[in-house]
């Protein structure tokens, strides 16, 4: 079966340091994967995707970037984090393949971050 | 622009009521998914559907896709403590790699 980790759980960083937000996925091969961001209650806003390695594809142009180094692995990143870059970060994949029931997206646990 | 427009935004129900969550848009979707999510966790997903017209049902959640595949909703009988949460659906497109999420529905259930 499959899984999606995320770390941080939580964290705390004051206005101007950097991020480094880390997603896994275990038990698939070739994901799609995804950024969102989530304001408290509130839907998600899709942040950055990405089809395969090293390619990644930017929804919403803002003080974040995002890297994928390897098959399984999604990184979120900030040089200098912005009070407004506070929020509740989740990380998703999905199997790519025909449009239909390969549509769906499966979530991590989220990050939860505080910029001070 | 938002594709997906769920009403209401807020539920707030007594144990044992039924209620109705609606997802509606103009663009037809490949497919439609629906989630729940509590507080400080990531969304769980509760069902997709991707023919007109199909009706899943899981346990007391009937889930119905419309003809045209504009539309879904959600109709929970008899609900329970345990409902409560934010239910968003999503479509996706084809063309498209990412999933449009709707507005989300806030549900309490009052025991």
């Known amino acids: 079966s499959q899984t999606i980790h995320q770390w941080p759980a939580t964290l705390v960083q004051p206005v101007g340091s950097p991020l480094s937000l880390e997603c896994t996925v275990e038990g698939t091969s070739n994901p799609n994967l995804y950024w969102y961001r989530q304001a408290a209650g509130r839907g998600l806003q899709l942040l950055f995707y990405s089809v395969g390695i090293g390619q990644i594809s930017s929804e919403v142009p803002q003080n974040l970037s995002a890297s994928r180094p390897q098959d399984r692995q999604f990184i979120l990143s900030s040089k200098k984090l912005l009070l407004s870059d506070s929020g509740f970060y989740l990380c998703?994949?999905?199997?790519?393949?025909?449009?239909?029931?390969?549509?769906?997206?499966?979530f991590g646990p989220g990050t939860r971050l505080t910029v001070l | 622009t938002q594709l997906l427009e769920q009403s209401p935004q807020f539920l707030s129900i007594q144990e044992g009521e039924n209620l109705t969550v609606y997802c509606n848009s103009s663009?037809?979707?490949?497919?439609l998914q629906w989630y729940r999510q509590e507080p400080g966790e990531g969304p769980v997903l509760l069902v997709t559907v991707v023919t007109g017209g199909e009706v899943k049902k899981l346990k007391r959640l009937t889930f119905q896709f419309g003809d045209a595949r504009k539309d879904s909703s959600l109709h929970i009988t008899a609900a329970q403590p345990g409902d409560t949460g934010l239910y968003l659906c999503a479509g996706g497109q084809t063309g498209a790699n990412n999933l449009f999420f709707g507005t989300g529905t806030r549900l309490t259930v009052i025991p």
């Open positions: 663009s037809v979707f490949s497919s």
């Open positions: 998703a994949w999905r199997k790519p393949g025909p449009r239909g029931r390969t549509d769906t997206q499966y």
